[in-house]
């Protein structure tokens, strides 16, 4: 079942070369749906990166033309930093894009250089290195930084100009898969609160957990756009054709096909979707996914003597955000599972366990979201409790 989505970028026709004669870009049209996460796929040289910089106007097409919010770009300054306020495009190499000497004045430097008043510029660092992690690292040198704390630099930089449509060219390159997990939590969390996010990358596990809708590039050329189910469960070549191979989950899910019989279909998103769909006559009762939003108001609790978060009773819990996150770090929460937690909690709950999950506001709808796609796809009905239903009644279950 398709939903009609708009687009918030477009492209038609585009042509591009870098003047060595061979075309970099060749008749590409695609869209971006807006609102939604989108996968880039295709091999080194297949044109991402050289696509990504005719979304905020670096590139400027030999033909064809690219068409924001409705409106074909035009080059003239005026409306190119009306285009790039909001869209933000980070490159795949932190050094590439950090000039400043401190990270505070990185990741002003578009705001200021967008004319913003200083008080706002302020207000959009602090907040842009609040959603990345960073809030403490203000006054250090970028020098002084790791590769990953340099990325994550380099993000906060295009989330201080607030960007509609955020690009990121290989985000997850040359991180541990700690951060890995923690840079698709925060493009989930921009995404949740209403940024559409494209990235690229070549991790085809990350691509099909993640990604709402794929696009392929081959050659220059566009050789796919749809669903990730679609781009990654074919039987003609062309994963072959572009180095890829498949998702662990869709392999396994079509050689239960092959053995067992099962119907393809619905297809397994993640590996609990996938183990419960082979295994539908383990008919266990699912365990809960307690879910307890943290807010800026607890933030201050045991430090300004307020009554503070309570440390969880629970072996299984989890952070899910960057708050949450923070309150973890900061000591205000005692937590198991500090990445990838609600893709864990769900596998818990899926198998029996409770599972309390720390989440931001914004992300609570993700929970409930991914619980349904389980439900959906697996069989397996995972009870969303939140906090206060937990006391008390113990939770009517949500409708999946
Ligand atoms: P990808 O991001 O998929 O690795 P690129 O957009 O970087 O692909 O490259 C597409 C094609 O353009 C390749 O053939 C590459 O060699 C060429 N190319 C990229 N950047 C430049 C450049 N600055 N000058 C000349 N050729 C380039």
């Known amino acids: 079942m398709q939903e009609k989505t708009d687009s918030i970028l477009s492209t038609r026709g585009l042509g591009f070369s870098y003047g060595n004669g061979k075309p970099a870009l060749s008749d590409v049209t695609l869209d971006i749906p ?48 009306a285009l790039r306020s909001a869209v933000s495009v980070v490159f795949q190499n932190p050094d590439d894009q950090i000039f400043s000497a401190t990270v505070e004045e990185d990741v002003a430097f578009g705001p200021l250089n967008a004319g913003l008043p200083n008080e706002e510029i302020e207000k959009r660092v602090e907040e842009a290195l609040r959603m990345v992690g960073l809030e403490e690292f203000g006054e250090r040198p970028t020098q002084q930084l790791s590769f990953g704390q340099r990325k994550r630099v380099s993000i906060a930089g295009a989330l201080a100009m607030r960007p509609s449509l955020l690009v990121m060219d290989e985000p997850t390159a040359g991180l541990d898969p ?6 698709l939590e925060m493009a989930d969390e921009f995404n949740s609160r ?82 419960h769909k082979a295994f539908p006559e383990k008919k266990h009762k699912a365990g809960r996914l307690i879910v307890k939003c943290v807010d800026e108001r607890m ?36 937590v198991h599972y500090r990445f990838h937690a609600l893709e864990s909690g769900l596998m818990e709950a899926a198998e029996g366990q409770d599972f309390v ?44």
């Not at 400027?60 to 409106?71: A, I, L, N, T």
């Not at 003597?305 to 929460?333: D, F, M």
């Not at 697996?378 to 939140?386: E, L, N, P, S």
Request: aromatic share 6%; hydrophobic share 30%; charged share 25%.
């Open 357 to 400: 999950l720390y989440t931001d506001t914004a992300l609570c709808s993700l929970a409930e979201e991914k619980a349904k796609r389980l439900e959906r796809n697996a069989g397996v009905k995972v009870a969303i409790v939140h906090e206060h239903e937990e006391e008390g009644t113990g939770g009517p279950e949500k409708e999946g």
């Open 194 to 275: 209403g940024t559409t996010v494209v990235i690229s990358t070549h991790d085809v596990e990350t691509a099909y957990e993640w990604a709402d809708e794929v696009r392929g590039l081959h050659q220059g050329r566009l050789v796919f756009s749809g669903q990730p189910e679609e781009f990654f469960d074919r039987e003609d070549r062309l994963l072959h054709e572009m180095g890829l191979t498949p998702p662990t989950v869709l392999s396994l899910n079509r050689s239960l096909h092959q053995l067992k019989g099962t119907s393809l279909t619905p297809y397994p998103r993640t590996l609990s979707e996938a183990v």
């Open 299 to 334: 933030e201050g609790g045991a430090a300004s003597g307020g009554p503070g978060l309570p440390r969880t009773p629970h072996n299984r819990s989890g952070i899910y955000g960057s708050l949450a996150r923070r309150l973890a770090q900061e000591g205000k929460l005692d």
């Open 178 to 183: 700690q951060m890995v997990h923690e840079l």
């Open 34 to 81: 807006k609102g939604k996460k989108t996968v880039f796929l295709g091999p080194n040289g297949s044109g991402k990166s050289t696509l990504f910089l005719h979304f905020n106007g670096v590139n400027r097409p030999d033909s064809g033309e690219v068409v924001f919010e409705g409106k074909a770009v035009k080059y003239d300054a005026a409306s190119l930093a």
